[in-house]
T-cell receptor, first 114, second 114 residues
Framework: AQKVTQAQTEISVVEKEDVTLDCVYE???????LFWYKQPPSGELVFLIR??????QNEISGRYSWNFQKSTSSFNFTITASQVVDSAVYFC???????????FGAGTTVTVRA | NAGVMQNPRHLVRRRGQEARLRCSPM?????VYWYRQLPEEGLKFMVY????????ESGMPKERFSAEFPKEGPSILRIQQVVRGDSAAYFC????????????FGPGTRLTVL
């Protein structure tokens, strides 16, 4: 069963627009971890954030912000005032507390045009 | 403190040859995970190893694939008699424990099978 769903396959925006990436997850565990990774064209995986299930505070880091809503099992990611360097594939992932495996969504490709 | 190292970064093999992918975990890390990313897809868990032990290989194809993490030296993912469908990016991650589910990823090895 798919544990992490990223319904948006591709998003294209013009520079300085905001872009929100959706992530919906599925788990029966009460303790779990959610992650976002960025994969730029060069191919490496860049860690962006890790959030545990007991911390529902939204987080902001520069132009990045995350909205964790347990009630809807969502962990959405917003890039404010997008820049060309934000062009990448973004992956949401879930790890359950009693399982070390990371389950990744299929990814959302973000293209920011100048 | 060096991050997770993988080599080679790019590997080209002809059908039927063997591919060996190496992963050196971060210093102090004794847990290694391998993930595979097929084209246009998210990462899928393959295997979890600790020094000299395979803990979970539930994501490994049943044939031709093997992994090891010897007492000394890097972890090796070995693919025998490669086929075109093995073409993918193979990522290694490491952690110091499994308790906080924090895995650090290497840059990946891109395998191309001609």
């Amino acid at each position: 069963a798919q544990k992490v769903t990223q319904a948006q396959t591709e998003i294209s925006v013009v520079e300085k627009e905001d872009v929100t990436l959706d992530c919906v997850y599925e788990t029966r565990d009460t303790t779990y971890y959610l992650f976002w990774y960025k994969q730029p064209p060069s191919g490496e995986l860049v860690f962006l954030i890790r959030r545990n299930s007991f911390d529902e505070q939204n987080e902001i880091s520069g132009r990045y912000s995350w909205n964790f809503q347990k009630s809807t099992s969502s962990f959405n990611f917003t890039i404010t005032a997008s820049q060309v360097v934000d062009s990448a594939v973004y992956f949401c992932a879930l790890s359950e507390a009693d399982d070390y495996k990371l389950s990744f969504g299929a990814g959302t490709t973000v293209t920011v045009r100048a | 403190n060096a991050g997770v190292m993988q080599n080679p970064r790019h590997l080209v093999r002809r059908r039927g040859q063997e591919a060996r992918l190496r992963c050196s975990p971060m210093k102090g890390h004794s847990h290694v995970y391998w993930y595979r990313q097929l084209p246009e897809e998210g990462l899928k868990f393959m295997v979890y190893l600790q020094k000299e032990n395979i803990i979970d290989e539930s994501g490994m194809p049943k044939e031709r694939f093997s992994a090891e993490f010897p007492k000394e030296g890097p972890s090796i993912l070995r693919i025998q008699q490669v086929v075109r469908g093995d073409s993918a990016a193979y990522f290694c991650a490491s952690s110091d424990t499994t308790g906080n589910n924090e895995q650090f990823f290497g840059p990946g090895t891109r395998l191309t099978v001609l």
